[in-house]
Structures are given as structure tokens and as C-alpha cells.
């Protein structure tokens, strides 16, 4: 009678083992990999990644410096003003993985800032005097540059949108 018992728990935990496997597994959110650039927002290191841009030759040059796909959407440019962040380019000055061969992008307004969007105004960065470049790691600081003297800025109209992945010390 022992024996009958332990074989009907073994073929019942069996059971249960094999509908258990069976089941239907709980989806999980779809996952993809996208190429994250490095960047400064308020002297702090943050990521991001560019996903589109108002004007062709740099969404090209947007998509080689990532390899991947920055979609030229030339409607980004008709979004107003006040709708926009910044994001300070440099165009000269100190080398590094800024989209032109530059110092990194300086980023306002991060998450959790009024005035946050990731539709950002392209501001091109340059040095007066090249060699008297330094990193930059907070709008204020280019402010400062900018009024003595040190740098000049050009808004030359472009629209990307640049939402933040990585900010203030690891924040998703």
C-alpha cells in the first residue's frame, strides 16, 4: 500500500512538472541595444543617444560616428523654441569623441529639470583661440566663455532629438 502511494506522488509531482514546463512563459518588454554617446550635463557625466535630426548631412554624420541609423525627420526643425533644450557642439579646441572630432557635448536642462525635452537646439561651439581650450563640463561655464570673450556660439538651426539614458550618477 506504501509502495502504491509513493508511485502516485511521483507520477503526480511528474504531472505537475511537465504542465508547469509547458505553460506559457510571462513576456518580458522587448530589449534593443542602441549606441549611447558620452556627454556632460551640469558638470556631471551623462548618456544619451541621438534618434533623429532635422537636416541630412548630420544625420549622415550622426549615424557613421554611431554606426546606426540617425533618421533625417526634416519637420524636427519646425518645432518652436520653447519646446527646446540646448546641446552645445565644439568645433574646435580640445580633441575628442564630440560628433566633429571634439570635447564631448554639453547638455541644459537634464531629466528631472524644468524645461527638460530631448528635442535639443544644436549650439556649434568655437574657440577664439584653440589653444586656450579647456573641457567644459556645464552650460554655465560656456556662458561664461562665451561672455569673455573666449568663445563664440552659432545656432545654425538644427532640431535632434537626444533622449538621456544615463544621467546624475547612474539615474535611469
Known amino acids: 500500500m506504501k509502495l502504491n502511494k509513493l508511485v502516485q506522488f511521483v507520477l503526480a509531482s511528474l504531472i505537475v512538472a511537465v504542465i508547469t514546463g509547458c505553460a506559457p512563459k510571462a513576456e518580458e518588454p522587448a530589449k534593443v541595444e542602441l549606441p549611447a554617446g558620452k556627454a556632460f550635463a551640469e558638470g556631471k557625466e551623462i548618456f544619451f543617444?541621438?534618434?533623429?535630426?532635422?537636416?541630412?548631412?548630420?544625420a549622415k554624420l550622426l549615424s557613421d560616428m554611431m554606426t546606426s541609423p540617425v533618421l533625417y525627420v526634416p519637420s524636427l526643425a519646425q518645432v518652436p523654441g520653447e519646446a527646446l533644450a540646448n546641446v552645445y557642439v565644439f568645433d574646435n579646441?580640445?580633441?575628442?569623441?564630440g560628433p566633429l572630432g571634439f570635447q564631448a557635448d554639453v547638455f541644459d536642462n537634464p531629466p528631472g529639470t524644468e524645461g527638460y525635452t530631448p528635442l535639443r537646439r544644436l549650439n556649434v561651439v568655437t574657440w577664439v583661440d584653440p589653444a586656450k581650450a579647456v573641457m567644459f563640463t556645464s552650460v554655465d561655464e560656456i556662458m561664461a566663455a562665451q561672455e569673455s570673450g573666449q568663445v563664440t556660439i552659432a545656432q545654425p538651426g538644427v532640431v535632434v532629438n537626444m533622449p538621456f539614458?544615463?544621467?546624475?550618477?547612474g539615474q535611469r
Request: proline residues 5%; charged residues 20%.
Open 49 to 58: 543617444v541621438h534618434t533623429e535630426v532635422s537636416d541630412p548631412d548630420i
Open 93 to 97: 579646441g580640445l580633441a575628442g569623441m
Open 165 to 169: 539614458v544615463v544621467w546624475d550618477g
